[in-house]
């Protein structure tokens, strides 16, 4: 009788329209007056409605896997957190962690949204053994520190446990973040066990991870195991039930015969969901109403002839980067008589233009008719450092005179320059930027997001979209994929039977990866 009165409460003054997600609050000791409270609470900006759900969820929940799709604001719900438990008095402190090319960002959305003081502890030795020795920090400065970020890196040294534990010893805080909490993998690697050291006996957990679910269930399993032991018995267990196994038979070193057991599908999704609802919550544009005025397409390119097999050893590693235009398409290589040494570069004939690159050429053409009428801010994803110098040196001698004006922004650009080049595109500056970096970047004013690298990784993919679908507006967002017919397609198609498995298992969770994927397998079965 209690539940179905709070559920007729809910349903008057409902923030959406499914009354069972407001569940989990039924099963805690919140009141209802508390509850609304954290509902309509404002916290330093105009909070949107499922924004607001999520900052109570998360409030009530203590430990979650907050998995909104990217734009929605994950970053700001939990910096509404901590300004909560602030300003009730129940924040001690917080420890967040974060991939290293983010931790500067993290620091300035803290302090724009809380007004907190956060301080980045880098994972280079000398910091390390200072905090090892308490030398970090002072008692004066600890004073003024209201949480510590520290980076991904940290978490993958084999002994950083040592230094984890020294910081719980010097910092008290109830707060725990881990940010792209797939990097934790398995329950077998170092930041896995890592991670659970930092985490122990901390009152509020969060997880947050647009792309919870990649390749294998061990990454999510190890998610939820952080956040309750008690939810799984084991992997094994959880594969028993809910996964479809096949076994098979490997050689392994020593001519010893292993069984392998692979995951080829889900069973028992229902249960599973219904076991993990109270610790997993995700949402996407389309289930919040918003609209996704996303244009897809997939280009197609015929590869020229083989390579050489002498020449593909000889290059090794090098061999593996075929789509990159300064080293060229190695399809196309062949030995001259000055060859000096097997691992000089120079020593080989390589074609540098787009004449002998049908992908290089298809991506200068399909910029030059995107830019015919009105020039479009234009992202284009390129994994290969050298390939980027060779795009955009290209673009700005054929499209120089029409206004374009690229950048290029990798993973070796500065941490202080990273924020001036988005800047610049985002004003206007710059108007294309060729970029291999997928995480903790705002492009919001992207039109056109070209996918010259192929990725085969749905989660990838989708955090590269994201780059410039940051906000919930109805603007047109345009994505092309550039990929070579035959290896290229099939990791596409693999990566869409894996984004299909996902939905399977956590529900029909559809983001813009998924579109991006249906138009290439759509692409491929036409043959276009």
Known sequence: EARGVFFDYIEKRALSGDVRAYEPFLRSSVTKDEFWECIN?????NLAPYQKYGIAY???????????????????ELCAVLS????????????????????????????RFTGMNAVVIDSHQPTLNKLFKGEL????????????????????????????????????????????????????????LNAKALMQDVEYLYLLNATAFELIIDDLYAQFVLLSDNLFRN?????????????????????????????????????????????????????????RNNSCSCELFDKTPPMNKGIKSMLGRWSEVCNCPSLCDFNTAYLTPDIVAPNDLRAFNLPMDAEHLPKLKGLYDLIGR????????TVIYCYHTEAQDKICGDLLDLYGDKGLKPA??????????????????????????????????????????????????????????????????????????????GEELSNILNAYKRSENKKKLLGDYADASTDILAVCKEASMKGD
């Open 370 to 377: 995107k830019w015919e009428d009105v020039p479009k801010h």
């Open 58 to 76: 998360m409030l009530v929940a203590k430990h979650l896997l907050l998995g909104d799709e990217c734009g929605l604001g994950k970053t700001v």
């Open 41 to 45: 609470q404002n916290f330093h900006s």
């Open 235 to 291: 992997k094994t267990w959880v594969e028993d039930r809910f996964c479809n196994i096949r076994l098979q038979k490997v050689w392994c070193k020593g001519g010893i015969q292993r069984t392998k057991r692979e995951v080829v599908g889900y069973k028992n999704t229902e249960l599973f969901r219904s076991r993990v609802k109270y610790f997993y919550l995700a949402r996407t544009r389309e289930e919040l109403g918003y609209e």
């Open 137 to 192: 920090f002072s008692e004066t400065e600890m004073g003024y520190i209201d949480g510590i970020i520290i980076k991904h890196s940290l978490l993958a040294q084999k002994y950083a446990i040592a230094y984890l534990d020294k910081l719980h010893e010097l910092f008290d805080f109830n707060v725990c973040v881990l940010d792209e909490s797939s990097v934790v993998k398995n329950t077998k690697t170092n930041s896995f």
């Open 84 to 111: 909560r438990l602030k300003k009730k008095g129940r924040l001690k402190g917080f420890v967040i962690c974060v991939p290293s090319d983010a931790a500067e960002q993290w620091q300035r959305e803290i302090v």
């Open 408 to 485: 290029i922004l990798s993973g070796s650009t500065k941490q202080q320059d990273r924020q001036i080049i988005v800047d610049a595109f985002n004003s206007g500056e710059i108007n294309v930027l060729v970029t291999n970096i997928c995480t903790s970047l705002n492009l919001s004013a992207g039109e056109l997001c070209i996918f010259y690298s192929v990725v085969t990784n749905p989660s990838r993919l989708l955090q590269i979209a994201s780059r410039i679908n940051r906000d919930t507006s109805a603007r047109v967002r345009e994505y092309v994929v550039l990929a070579y017919r």
